[in-house]
């Protein structure tokens, strides 16, 4: 919408046109215009941040650059930042204050960024529509009346109308992908292990990843490269390494594979949608890559395995707040009465229901009925991923089956609340990487994106694909 790109503002600092400080003031005017609407800040750090930009600027004055020098960033309020409150979007953790700062934070401070402030989401990252945070829910930006998708809807809202440069969000099941296609923005989900987790508030362990949003493929990824990295307080962080920044070469993509699954492009699908799907790949084609169809025949069991996992796993991670150690508590005659009004008070519906789902798929007698088949649906979902990819080098598919709904549409139905995940939770699944990239507005004015899958640790191919893409639609 108003296209903030770092990228134009690095160039504005290096040639003196403008300064972190101005950066961030021009930030905070517009939270403040903007944000009552939108509510995509939960807190916004003006001082700090004022401050912290003065230091970059004193550091410019002598030549210094860092690598992401200005960038100013909100972020999901479920990623610690020490001393700063982080609530999760909960009553839970209304009053908690981090005990130490995230490795992606660190990295990204490390590399001159600005963290402006702590951006809205769903309970605990459980939801699709931002509308389950005990702090309201967000607007989206191109209609106010519409959710702006979720769990990170505030982080997609936030760098879509320009209140920040770039977001982080966390996507354990396409909370990343889908808020940004509902708002018109990049967002990228790295493969699983490439940030750290270090600090993020765990929803579903094997399954979460924190990733960027942002106006542009390339501030998306130089944010990736920034933060990824292997880190020795997350023993499922990955030594890999980072995508390179090959400038993408938009005439040809000659030689390039790009394989259209046809479980994704269903009944169910918005025809706006099936639209730029079909445009997309005709520009592929246009620019000399080869588009193949391909069958990924488990995707339809995605949904179900997915909810039986995570909310298993949720189960298990939220068992912690117990009103003992730290979080809401509830006044109690007895022990167990305090376990049990504190958890009850604390947490919102939704999140209680998957707590209650994944304790009975774990429960005696059900386990291997649940969840147990489940991993092994896991499995074969991972299984179709690499055989398509042994036939093409990228995935192309919707990111979402529709755009935006309307506030309150989905809120009576869990069922079609969850639905809305369809195309994404199988990347989870699996653990590979994918990227949600803005195409065209819908009749509505609705923005429409699309996904580009690619094996595990590949994202350079989404920067090469995604950069052509980009590059096209924005002629
Ligand atoms: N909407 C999905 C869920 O509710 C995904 C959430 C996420 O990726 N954090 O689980």
Redesign the pocket.
Known sequence: MHGATYAEARCALENGETSCEALVSSFLDRIEKKNPELNAFLRVDAEASLDRARTLDEERAHGNYRELTGMVVGVKDVICRKDHLLTCGSRMLSEFKSLYTATAIERLEQAGAIMIGATNC?EF????SNELSHFGPVANPHDPSRVPG???GGSAAAVASGLCHTALG???????R?PAAFCGVVGLKPTYGRVSRYGLVA?ASSFDCIGPFANGIKDAFRVLRVISGADPRDATSANAEPPKDSDPDGSSLSGLRVGLPQEFLDEGLDENIRGAVTQTANTLQSMGAEVIDVSLPMTEYGIAA??VL?TAEASSNLARYDGVRYGFRAEAASLREMYEASRSGGFGAEVKRRIMLGTYVLSAGYYESYYERAQRVRRLIWNDFDQAFSKVDVLLTPTTPTTAFKLGEKMDDPLQM?L??VY??TA?LAGIPAISIPTRTDKAGLPVGIQLLAPAFEEGRLLRVGGAIENATSD
């Open positions: 769903d990252a459980m939801g699709s979720g769990s990170s966390t996507d354990t099941g396409g909370s990343i889908q929803y997915y909810y995570v969850y809305s995940d994404t939770v989870n």
